[in-house]
Every structure is written in structure tokens, then in C-alpha cells.
């Protein structure tokens, strides 16, 4: 059970080092993922004949020829999917090594599984994935920073108390980082839904993500942890509607603000949906449930993430 309260720990390195195979023995290199439902995930990891003959899932992409190649080092030779020893995830009371299934059920991935495999190809020591992330909240009220005006979000401050006791109790919840050092390296985005439909929030959304980023890194006392924000583009590049539009470009703007040169990024997404009739549904909200979507997120958040450690 958490905490209510604040234990800052000590062992958080807020210095950001070259990426290298020379790094101090003994870190372990701790990202946070948080968002709403599809940071939770909604890719389906099964194929369901009953949808479309399985297009779209995880077992079809593994199979399929044209999408194979991308995929197929998620598989062990025998068929079942490969556990990665060198990156952990820890999703509130689920967690161990890094495989399909951590998404809203063990049937679902979400960005975390690109993300992890991205970041772990290219960090010689282990990586540790916080997910922290829950269905239907907004920016401006649930995850609601501290230094903007009214009451602060319950969210956010489990955001804080989450990591904490994690990093606190680690030895004990992921016993295979015992006697390591943890260093919170990067923070990874995926959000807007509860946002875009309410046109109030909307407006103030890069106001708010600028202050969110800025409370953070306070609140965390890691100054300058880079950031990395996945656009909310569920429907495509044939999106239309204004406000969905207007939040996806307030997204992109957060990173116009001059102290976030250089350790927040921008990835968009919208060339990752996929239609209805290749993926497990039409839930439009959800990216139709592909996970082929799912996964480029978490992909082209971790590379974006790699991008902003070797400038630190």
C-alpha cells in the first residue's frame, strides 16, 4: 500500500551521463510511462479470428511476413514470448522482466514493451519501466500540477508517491536489482483524450504540460530530466475535428518553451494508426486496438528518449 506522503529518495542520480558501456557498475536506469488509457494499453496481444482473421494483434504481426522481420525478436524459437532479464517493469502490483502483457491485461500491451526493448538494445546496464498510468483522466483537473491554481491532482501526487515507494522498496519488489543503484533517467508521456473533449482544458493544455513537466522535476529533484511526449492521434493523419487538432498542436508546443530545449521531445504518432479493417476493433479511441500502433509508440518514445540522453 502506498504511502501518504512524501519520501524523497536519496539514491536518485540527477546527473544524466553519456549513453556508454562505461557507465558506474551497479545502476539500474529508471524511466516513468504515465498517461491515461493508452499508456495503460489497449493492444491486443492474441489474435481473435472472430476480428478481421487476427490482423493487427501481436501473434499476427509476429507472423505475418510483411511485419515479421519488425517483430519477430519478441518471440523465443519455440513460439512462446521472450522475457527480457534486462529490463523490468513494475505496473502497480504486477511486474517482473519486460514481455507482452502489461497493458490493461495480460492479453493487451501498451507503449511500454517498444519503449523497453528500444531503451534496453542501447543501455548496457538494466533498465527499470515505472508505469504509472489509469484510464479517463485529464491534464487539467486529475493530473493537475501543484504551482497552477486550484486544488492539485490526486493523480499527480500518485504519480509522485508511486515512484517513490518504488525506488524506496525496490530490493524487495524486483529482488534481481538488489545492491544497485537506482537513477531516475527519463519521463515518457502518452495523454490528451480527457483533455480534447473539453474545450476549457483544451485551450490551457501546453500552459498545463509546461507547468507539469516543471512541478516533476521539482518534485523529483531531478532538474532537467528529459521528457518525452507521444501525440494523442488516435484517428490518423485523416483527423479532422478542431479540437483534437488544436490538442495535438498545444502538445508540440510544449516544446517551444526555451528551458525545454533539448530535454523535452515530441513524438508524433499519427503515422502509427492503423484502420479498422487490419486491427482487433473500430474502437477509434483505443487505436482500434492494434498493436502494431502500441508498440511504434513505446518505440519512437524510447528512441526519442536515447536522443535526448546523449545530449546530457
Not at 500500500?1 to 524523497?8: P, T, V
Not at 549513453?19 to 489474435?47: C, D, R, Y
Not at 482473421?53 to 504481426?61: A, C, D, I, R, V
Not at 513524438?267 to 492494434?290: G, I, L
Amino acid at each position: 500500500m502506498l504511502h501518504h506522503f512524501f519520501f524523497y529518495v536519496l539514491v536518485l542520480s540527477t546527473v544524466l551521463l553519456p549513453l556508454s558501456p562505461a557507465w558506474s557498475k551497479g545502476i539500474v536506469h529508471v524511466f516513468i510511462l504515465s498517461g491515461q488509457s493508452n499508456m495503460v494499453g489497449a493492444g491486443e496481444v492474441p489474435s481473435l479470428l472472430s476480428h478481421n482473421g487476427g490482423k493487427g494483434s501481436l501473434e499476427w504481426l509476429t507472423k505475418n511476413p510483411a511485419t515479421a522481420p519488425h517483430y519477430r525478436h519478441l518471440r523465443n524459437d519455440d513460439g512462446s514470448w521472450k522475457q527480457r532479464d534486462d529490463v523490468q517493469i513494475c505496473f502497480f502490483d504486477r511486474r517482473g522482466p519486460l514481455h507482452p502483457g502489461y497493458g490493461s491485461n495480460a492479453n493487451k500491451i501498451g507503449p511500454e514493451l517498444g519503449f523497453g526493448c528500444s531503451v534496453g538494445d542501447a543501455i548496457k546496464e538494466p533498465v527499470l519501466l515505472i508505469k504509472i498510468a489509469w484510464g479517463g483522466k485529464s491534464l487539467a483537473k486529475d493530473f493537475r500540477p501543484p504551482s497552477l491554481k486550484g486544488k492539485t491532482g490526486l493523480n499527480y501526487t500518485k504519480i509522485l508517491e508511486h515512484t517513490q515507494e518504488v525506488l524506496r522498496q525496490a530490493d524487495q519488489l524486483l529482488p534481481q536489482l538488489k545492491g544497485r543503484t537506482l537513477s531516475l533517467k527519463g519521463f515518457g508521456w502518452h495523454q490528451g483524450w480527457n483533455d480534447r473533449i473539453n474545450q476549457t482544458f483544451n485551450d490551457a493544455y501546453t500552459h498545463n504540460m509546461i507547468q507539469f513537466i516543471k512541478d516533476i522535476r521539482r518534485d523529483l529533484k531531478t532538474p532537467a530530466l528529459p521528457f518525452v511526449i507521444a501525440e494523442t492521434g488516435m484517428s490518423g493523419l485523416e483527423e479532422k475535428h478542431p479540437r483534437a487538432l488544436s490538442l495535438m498542436a498545444a502538445q508540440k508546443a510544449t516544446t517551444d518553451y526555451p528551458e525545454f530545449k533539448g530535454n523535452v521531445a515530441f513524438v508524433p504518432t499519427r503515422d502509427f494508426y492503423r484502420p479498422a479493417d487490419v486491427s482487433p476493433s473500430n474502437q477509434a479511441y483505443h487505436w482500434n486496438n492494434n498493436a502494431e500502433t502500441y508498440y511504434l509508440i513505446g518505440e519512437h518514445m524510447g528512441l526519442a528518449m536515447l536522443g535526448l540522453l546523449k545530449t546530457h
